[in-house]
């Protein structure tokens, strides 16, 4: 008859097995060692094997090893399907739970926490719901953990009603609970809503830990809320916290995203651990800002001493070479990712490279990169890139040719329609604008609509273009008119119509000094105090007018002015733009 623990947890090949950790080799001895020596019926080695070998990445193995118990207990079973959802392997969690049950072996509250994990890491929602029914059954339903992990499944499943009703009605919400709700908004893009779960919590009385403070970071990164930002970091020094990776990485990410790349590196600069994530944030956060010689730097640094990059730090590494022209750099950098780490490069790597050789002005060899490309290598956002590259520099005949070929992949995008429009328009050709116009309109398509937010006082606004749903719009409007008077003495001129013929005929009157930057700009310098910066997140690229005229809304107001449009950050100061007009 087998024994649970017939072999004492201290036993020679236990200590063996410590010893392996999770590498495949060494554990393919010790079992080989177990299995002469006649330990191979001890149930807390065989237990402490399997697990071994699954957090080795050996999913094969681990089958093969736990078919090889003929009686599995709950102890193993909840061992295989904890480590199994925890370690990548969801599917295999819910071949080991359907074991289980078919071996009539009960669930326990521990059982359901790793089932429903793996549910949502697959999104499978209707298998989810089957197993929120078994754990009502098994009368699990009121366990903080097993609650928890229901809140994160239909959070992950688009399932916000069920996920909050789950929420609401657990009887004491652990900060477990509190962290799977601000997780679900957050990373579905609901950043206010995570916020404002954030604030429950803390009215609650329920003190945040180090996961919570990640994900209301991440929140503020995606609004540009660095007010939030910068209060949760005080209170992380304050309370003495540790910043691990994922909270400093967390940091730097909010820091970078909200345009103070110098309070980004600082905490870079202090953290004892770093790792690939940590790194790439950082450089990251200067390809966006428009630091590109910081972030080759910085690069530099990480190839010589840190850790190996991944394909998400070419990206960085590429953008940063595209938004500051560095084609060199950015050649060398695409062909080291072959030959030196054995990366494949993908279509965001491909899009980066045409994005620099376009906006540098070799067209001919964006193109021609584009051309040698397989089809399927050649995706929509190569093309996209070549054509922003062809508006740039006016290169009508290529940009028709680029646009043309958008417009038969992709005829339902009505960007492609507005820059093939702007590019006829900037060689005067109006009757062919007019004619892109009306195919817009005969596939009933519209411009995304533009709008900015700030965030003043705590709080935040929002203005679209024209908007007057503000209390305080008469006031916005008369401070910018007065600002856009005190521009145009400082020689301030707006764009000409060519710039703007995209512009329905209804929004005429506000399309150029009313657009949703500008207001969003006045309201600020109404409400902040002088020489503080003003944050504005616009979800589109500036438009060139906008771009101008910052730049003297800078010096007439002596403010330094951070946009955070779609593509990049733009720090006008003093008249000018880190970007240099190179965007």
Avoid at 101 to 128: E, H, M, N, Q
């Amino acid at each position: 008859m087998e024994t649970k623990h017939s072999s004492p947890p201290k036993s020679p090949a236990y200590k063996a097995l410590l010893k392996a950790g999770p590498n495949l080799k060494p554990l393919q001895q010790v079992h080989a060692h177990i299995i002469v020596s006649g330990s191979h019926r001890s149930r807390s080695l065989l237990t402490k094997l399997i697990t071994l070998a699954c957090e080795a990445g050996s999913i094969l193995y681990t089958h093969n090893l736990f078919l090889s118990v003929p009686h599995p207990d709950s102890f193993l079973f909840n061992s295989i399907i904890k480590t199994s959802s925890k370690f990548g392997f969801p599917q295999h969690a819910l071949f080991f739970y359907h074991s289980m049950l078919g071996f009539r072996t009960p669930p326990s509250s521990y059982t359901f926490t790793s089932v429903i994990k793996a549910c949502a890491d697959l999104r499978a929602l209707r298998l989810g719901r089957g197993v929120h029914s078994h754990v009502v059954v098994c009368g699990c339903g009121s366990e903080p953990f097993v609650q928890a992990a229901l809140v994160s499944l239909y959070s992950k499943c688009g399932e916000f009603g069920v996920a909050r009703k789950v929420f609401d009605e657990m009887p004491e919400r652990s900060v477990v609970g509190w962290n799977s709700m601000i997780s679900g908004y957050e990373q579905n893009g609901f950043s206010r809503e995570a916020i404002e779960v954030f604030k429950e919590m803390r009215e609650a009385g329920v003190e945040p830990d180090s996961t919570g403070f990640v994900n209301v970071l991440a929140a503020c990164s995606q609004l540009g809320d660095v007010g939030l930002g910068c209060s949760v970091h005080d209170e992380v020094v304050r309370k003495g916290i540790e910043v691990n990776v994922a909270l400093g990485t967390s940091l730097i990410n909010m820091y970078a995203r909200c345009g103070n790349v110098s309070k980004a590196r600082e905490v870079f600069d202090c953290m004892d651990e770093r790792n690939v994530i940590t790194w790439t944030a950082m450089i990251s956060g200067y390809a966006t800002n428009g630091y590109g010689s910081q972030a080759m730097e910085l690069f530099g640094e990480m190839r010589a001493r840190g850790p190996s990059p991944n394909t998400v730090t070419f990206v960085a590494v590429l953008a940063a070479c595209a938004h500051a022209g560095l084609v060199k750099e950015g050649r060398q950098a695409y062909a080291s990712m072959r030959q030196e780490y054995g990366l494949v490069p993908g279509v965001e790597h491909r899009v980066c490279l045409v994005d620099m050789l376009g906006r540098s002005g070799l067209l001919d060899e964006a193109y021609q990169f584009i051309k040698e490309l397989s089809p399927g290598e050649a995706a929509p956002p190569l093309w996209t890139a070549m054509l922003g590259a062809c508006k740039v520099h006016k290169n009508t005949d290529l940009g028709v040719t680029v646009a043309e070929h958008l417009l038969e992949v992709e005829p339902e995008n009505p960007g492609h329609y507005v820059m093939l429009s702007n590019i006829y328009a900037l060689a005067g050709r109006m009757d062919r604008v007019e004619m892109v116009r009306n195919m817009m309109k005969g596939r009933s398509l519209r411009k995304q609509v533009g709008y900015s937010t700030i965030h003043v006082n705590q709080n935040t606004y929002l203005f679209s273009m024209g908007d007057k749903s503000h209390p305080e719009t008469n006031e916005i409007y008369q401070h910018l008119d007065e600002l856009m008077r005190r521009c145009s003495e400082a020689g301030y001129a707006p764009a000409p119509d060519l710039v703007m013929h995209e512009v329905e005929e209804e929004e005429r009157e506000y399309a150029l000094r009313y657009h949703s930057e500008k207001l969003a700009i006045a309201y600020g310098l109404m409400k902040t105090k002088d020489g503080e910066a003003i944050r504005i997140v616009k979800n589109l690229r500036m438009c060139e007018d906008c771009h101008s005229a910052i730049k003297f809304i800078s010096v007439v107001t002596k403010r330094e002015i951070i946009v955070r449009d779609k593509l990049r950050f733009h720090h006008f100061k003093y008249g000018s733009c880190s970007c240099l007009d190179y965007w």
